[in-house]
């Protein structure tokens, strides 16, 4: 079977299909769809393969795991039309979104790092100096922001807030560089869980609310769908921190260097292919 694939022999559908574990009409359907080349006909209408249409396969199958069924089909069907520069361009577009994802990735895990509970002050003078510290330095932009949810008693409540280091919605979304309308679908989903002011009513942010909104934020940038995220803030809450997060983190790093380097496997097919194409266009 490896002599028949190396050599300029003809081969069959199964031929191509047996080195794989494919069906041979999946064979078939790989040529209509353009990810391999035109197969020349016998005079009975069989079909007949190459080498050629060989690397092809290993290519399309290479491309697979770091590409994705799309563009890897979409990177064939250029090749095979003589688009190598457009070939080219959606590599490069895969490997931009991988670095993007990396990225993403990257700012999760600082996110998460921000998020650490702070450390106990030493003493209640010190603890006392740091919550007039914290009013000072908020007392001049505690003014109602795009989305506060401001009445008669906000600028009391907001230096309550400060003082407790809690936070309204308003100032959340604009640190967060979100619309309120988001933070209020994220509490609709669970999850975000503000608090109420008995007062007036309005949502209040504590640290815990705080911290699952920014994480919430985190994880959608990277791709997570909210019935995915819902759970990992549940197991967040439930655990009192952050550890719970550390295997999904582990995993997502995981699949970003797996797909790097099924990247490299399917470059590497896909640089022999160009080279045969290249050679049977100069022959």
């Known amino acids: 079977m490896g002599r028949n694939l190396q050599s300029g022999e ?30 020349p006909r016998t005079p009975h209408g069989y079909r007949t393969y190459t080498s050629l249409h060989a690397q092809a396969l290993r290519t399309f199958l290479a491309l697979l795991p ?11 069907q250029a090749v095979n039309q003589g688009a190598i520069e457009e070939a080219l361009h959606l590599v ?3 490997h931009a979104r991988l670095l993007d994802d990396r990225r993403t990735l990257q700012a999760v895990e600082s996110t998460l790092r921000d998020l650490e509970p702070p450390a ?7 603890s006392a100096s740091g919550r007039r510290g914290s009013v000072e330095a908020s007392g001049p ?4 922001a795009s989305g506060y949810e401001s ?25 967060l560089g979100i619309r309120p309308a988001t933070l209020r679908a994220w509490e609709g989903a669970g999850l975000v869980r503000p608090d109420r002011d008995p007062r007036t009513g309005y949502r209040v942010y ?17 791709g997570y769908p909210l019935e995915r995220i819902a759970p990992l803030i549940a197991q967040v809450r439930a655990a009192g921190g952050l550890e719970p997060l550390k295997a999904t983190l582990r995993d997502w790093h995981g699949r970003l260097s797996a797909r790097g380097r099924a990247m490299l496997t399917g470059a590497a097919e896909l640089d022999t292919y160009l080279g045969q194409v290249d050679r049977r266009s100069s022959s």
């Not at 106990?120 to 010190?126: D, K, N």
């Not at 504590?206 to 990277?222: C, M």
Request: proline share 6%; glycine share 10%.
């Open 141 to 144: 932009s505690a003014g109602p």
């Open 66 to 76: 770091g590409h994705g069924h799309q563009t890897a089909t979409s990177i064939m």
């Open 151 to 175: 009445g008669p008693a906000s600028r009391y409540e907001s230096r309550s807030a400060s003082e407790s280091g809690h936070t309204f919605i308003g100032p959340l979304a604009a640190q």
């Open 206 to 222: 504590d640290h815990a609310a705080v911290r699952d909104a920014r994480l919430a934020h985190q994880l959608r940038r990277g």
């Open 92 to 94: 490069d577009d895969s």
């Open 10 to 39: 003809r081969l069959r559908p199964v031929d191509l299909a047996r080195e794989h574990g494919l069906s041979t009409q999946a064979i078939r359907n790989y040529e209509e769809s353009g990810i391999l080349p035109a197969a």
């Open 120 to 126: 106990a002050p030493a003493s209640g003078r010190a």
